[in-house]
Every structure is written in structure tokens, then in C-alpha cells.
């Protein structure tokens, strides 16, 4: 008998103590909906004792904490830093996520296609046709050196369209972690159609600059687009439309993720939007994840 192949599932995910509570609980409970088995990895900032042994008992989950150089300088970017901690070997499958997500369907579904690396593109124009919210890779040697490049430039960035990016955008180092994959995804595309094919807020500096540069070795880039990580563009409608479109699409099957960024992940939207201790979500908090 031939010996089975096993790899790892791996969710990164980071958040603050002073995250809302019902948020994080609806992100793992809905994550745990459709993923009993794989290993989440959740960084912490000023996260009481008692919500860590909540955290750990009901969502079966491995806790670390960052400091506070790491959460003040790098916030969500934080999170890349920890790759090399995970003991990762050829085949893992591993995701990157914010903690304001609801699962619509099993994330790791993402990875029946071929790739070494997937990004999650916006569904409307913006300096930035990326959101890192959703993002991830499978474990070979492309996607090695891939991170290796990706650590290496949101430590000390020189490469010159990320430089270009960032200081166009006046960015600190939480958002590096974002540039780099806009970058990259965007020369890409530059390179394999002649134009940026997704929706994007053109930025004729920036791509002059993507224009005369070249992207230092291969890797195989998927675009999953907002089905895998749909953050509604709360800068393009009031916050009733926005109410709407979000109903609208927790009831879409196409739509697996859906990014519930800045005040939708208040304990009054999340009421609004019918996710605070209500219906389904009430009886899925009655199962418990254990080890």
C-alpha cells in the first residue's frame, strides 16, 4: 500500500482585543460551518484572559500574541512574520484572513485550482484592486520563493514599483503587506494581457511605473475575485444601500466570503443585517469545536 500524502489546512488570522466580540464570533463560527478540521492560527493584541480561553475551548483554534512593536508598526501584515513558525512542508494549503469575514461556503474549495499563489480581487475601481482581507497559497517551491521575496520587500522595501506604490499612497507598514500583492498582480497582468483587466482607479504614475517593470521570477497568480472575499465599496453608496447589497448577497450561492469591513461589523449592522445572535447563527453557537 502506497503511502497516502497529508498536508495541511492552515487559517492565519489576526485581530485586536478591542475587536467586536460578535464579529469574531460570527467569523469562526461560520468558518467552523464548513471546516471542522483545519488548524487556525489566530494572532492576538490585548486580548483578555477570558476571551482567550473562549477562543481556544469553543473554536479549537492555537493562540499567539504580538507585541506591541508588531501591532502599532505592522497590524494585519503582522501575520506574514509568522510563516516561517508554521513548519510548513510541500503541499500545505494554507489562507490568510481578516477576523471581520462570514463563510458562505468551505474557503478551502479555492484551492481546486491550480495556482501557486490566489489573490482576491474588488468588484469596483480603486487605487488598490487587491484586498489582502482574503489570499493565500499552496506550499511548493514557486510559492517558497515567493514569501521569501514578499518578507524581504514588507521588511525593507526596494523594490521599485512597491517603493513607486508607497509612496504615492503615503502608506505605513500595515499596508505593505497589500501593496506588494497589487503590485505583483497588476504587472502580471501588464505583462500576460496589456492591461489591467479588473477594476481599478488608474493611477498613470504608478503605471508607468508597472509598465517598465518586470516581476523577478514566475509564480502562478489566481485571481478567486470578490466571490472569495466580496468587501461591499462602503465609499460608493449610503449606508442603506450597502445594507442592502449585503443582504442581497448573504443569500447569493456564488458568493463564499463576504468582507464585512468598518462599521458593518458593529453590533448595530450586524443586526441590521439579521448576524447578531439571531436564526441560524444563534444555533450554530451551541456547537462546540472541541480537540
Given at each position: 500500500?502506497?503511502?497516502?500524502?497529508?498536508?495541511?489546512?492552515?487559517?492565519l488570522?489576526?485581530?485586536?482585543?478591542t475587536?467586536?466580540?460578535?464579529?469574531?464570533?460570527l467569523?469562526?463560527?461560520?468558518?467552523?460551518?464548513y471546516?471542522?478540521?483545519?488548524?487556525?492560527?489566530?494572532?492576538?493584541?490585548?486580548v483578555?484572559?477570558?476571551?482567550?480561553?473562549?477562543?481556544?475551548?469553543?473554536?479549537?483554534?492555537?493562540?499567539s500574541?504580538?507585541?506591541?512593536?508588531?501591532?502599532?508598526?505592522?497590524?494585519?501584515?503582522?501575520?506574514?512574520?509568522?510563516?516561517?513558525?508554521?513548519?510548513?512542508v510541500?503541499g500545505?494549503?494554507?489562507?490568510?484572513l481578516?477576523?471581520?469575514?462570514?463563510?458562505?461556503?468551505?474557503?478551502?474549495?479555492?484551492?481546486?485550482?491550480?495556482?501557486?499563489?490566489?489573490?482576491?480581487?474588488?468588484?469596483?475601481a480603486?487605487p488598490?484592486?487587491?484586498?489582502?482581507?482574503?489570499?493565500?497559497?499552496?506550499?511548493?517551491?514557486?510559492?517558497?520563493?515567493?514569501?521569501e521575496?514578499?518578507?524581504?520587500?514588507?521588511?525593507?522595501p526596494d523594490?521599485?514599483?512597491?517603493?513607486?506604490?508607497?509612496?504615492r499612497?503615503?502608506?505605513?507598514?500595515?499596508?505593505?503587506?497589500?501593496?506588494?500583492?497589487c503590485?505583483?498582480?497588476?504587472?502580471?497582468?501588464?505583462?500576460s494581457?496589456?492591461?489591467?483587466?479588473?477594476?481599478?482607479?488608474?493611477?498613470?504614475?504608478l503605471?508607468?511605473?508597472?509598465r517598465?517593470?518586470?516581476?523577478?521570477?514566475?509564480?502562478?497568480?489566481?485571481?478567486a475575485?470578490?466571490?472569495?472575499?466580496?468587501?461591499?465599496a462602503?465609499i460608493l453608496?449610503?449606508?442603506e444601500?450597502?445594507?442592502?447589497?449585503?443582504?442581497?448577497?448573504?443569500k447569493?450561492?456564488?458568493?463564499?466570503?463576504?468582507?464585512?469591513?468598518?462599521?458593518l461589523?458593529?453590533?448595530?449592522?450586524?443586526?441590521?443585517?439579521?448576524?447578531?445572535?439571531f436564526?441560524?447563527?444563534?444555533?450554530?453557537?451551541?456547537?462546540?469545536?472541541?480537540?
Amino acid at each position: 500500500m502506497k503511502n497516502q500524502i497529508i498536508f495541511r489546512d492552515i487559517a492565519l488570522i489576526t485581530c485586536s482585543g478591542t475587536f467586536e466580540e460578535e464579529m469574531l464570533r460570527l467569523c469562526l463560527l461560520t468558518l467552523r460551518k464548513y471546516n471542522r478540521t483545519c488548524e487556525i492560527r489566530f494572532y492576538t493584541h490585548g486580548v483578555s484572559p477570558r476571551k482567550r480561553e473562549w477562543l481556544t475551548r469553543k473554536f479549537n483554534l492555537n493562540i499567539s500574541d504580538l507585541s506591541d512593536k508588531d501591532w502599532v508598526e505592522r497590524e494585519q501584515a503582522s501575520k506574514i512574520y509568522k510563516i516561517k513558525e508554521l513548519g510548513l512542508v510541500d503541499g500545505d494549503r494554507v489562507l490568510f484572513l481578516d477576523a471581520d469575514l462570514v463563510f458562505r461556503d468551505d474557503p478551502f474549495k479555492v484551492f481546486e485550482e491550480d495556482f501557486d499563489v490566489f489573490v482576491t480581487s474588488r468588484y469596483y475601481a480603486y487605487p488598490y484592486p487587491l484586498n489582502a482581507g482574503v489570499w493565500g497559497f499552496k506550499y511548493n517551491d514557486n510559492s517558497r520563493r515567493f514569501l521569501e521575496f514578499y518578507l524581504e520587500q514588507v521588511t525593507s522595501p526596494d523594490w521599485d514599483p512597491l517603493v513607486t506604490l508607497y509612496n504615492r499612497y503615503s502608506h505605513t507598514g500595515r499596508w505593505l503587506d497589500q501593496d506588494f500583492l497589487c503590485v505583483w498582480f497588476m504587472i502580471g497582468l501588464l505583462k500576460s494581457e496589456g492591461k489591467i483587466s479588473v477594476p481599478w482607479q488608474e493611477d498613470k504614475e504608478l503605471l508607468e511605473a508597472l509598465r517598465k517593470a518586470e516581476l523577478p521570477f514566475d509564480v502562478r497568480m489566481y485571481d478567486a475575485g470578490p466571490e472569495y472575499n466580496y468587501a461591499p465599496a462602503t465609499i460608493l453608496g449610503t449606508r442603506e444601500e450597502i445594507v442592502t447589497d449585503v443582504r442581497a448577497k448573504l443569500k447569493d450561492k456564488e458568493t463564499k466570503i463576504i468582507h464585512l469591513k468598518g462599521l458593518l461589523h458593529s453590533r448595530k449592522y450586524l443586526t441590521r443585517l439579521g448576524l447578531y445572535r439571531f436564526g441560524w447563527a444563534q444555533r450554530l453557537s451551541q456547537i462546540v469545536f472541541h480537540r
